[in-house]
């Protein structure tokens, strides 16, 4: 997917991308009115083995998902349902490199009602899922719910 195609996913869901000039990277967020926010709390020692079944839960939340940087030259990759677990090994591989702003990643479902940020906050300030669907955030809830996940839900009313 080229930063084109990106940006029109992002104008017909709703999603905005900060300002370039504002030297935040490619900060996304939800422009409409009513909006789900989870944080899901992770420790160093949820890793690798709960940090991959809470993966496992936001990612049926979409039949696919665009992974993009947040900083530098515009990355981005598509990858569906039947490459999720391949998603989640590789990225396991890398969690302990996301060490600076420079290494963050966002997850938008490709039907554009959520966004994950995988960041170098991760242990310390938790997973951010952001929802413009309560049904997808729902059921991502419950899913975390099962398997015993820490997590808080805030709903946002502009």
Not at 20 to 34: A, P, Q, V, Y
Not at 53 to 82: P, Y
Not at 96 to 109: K, M, P, Q, T
Request: proline letters at 1%; aromatic letters at 8%.
């Amino acid at each position: 997917m080229n930063q084109n195609e990106f940006v029109q996913k992002c104008n017909q869901s709703g999603i905005t991308i900060a300002d370039s000039l504002l030297g935040i990277g490619r900060e996304l967020s939800f422009e409409n009115l009513l909006s789900r926010t989870m944080v899901v709390s992770l420790r160093e020692s949820d890793f690798p083995d709960l940090w991959q079944n809470t993966m496992k839960c936001i990612l049926k939340g979409d039949s696919s998902w665009i992974q993009i940087n947040r900083h530098g030259e515009f990355l981005a990759s598509v990858f569906k349902e039947s490459e999720e677990d391949e998603f989640i090994e590789q990225f396991s591989e890398r969690m302990n490199r996301i060490i600076s702003a420079g290494d963050d990643r966002y997850l938008v479902g490709i039907r554009g009602d959520l966004i994950v940020t995988l960041d170098h906050h991760i242990f310390d300030d938790g997973m951010v899922i952001y929802s413009s669907s309560v049904g997808a955030i729902s059921n991502i809830l419950t899913d975390l719910n099962e398997i015993g996940a820490e997590f808080a839900l805030y709903a946002t009313s502009r």
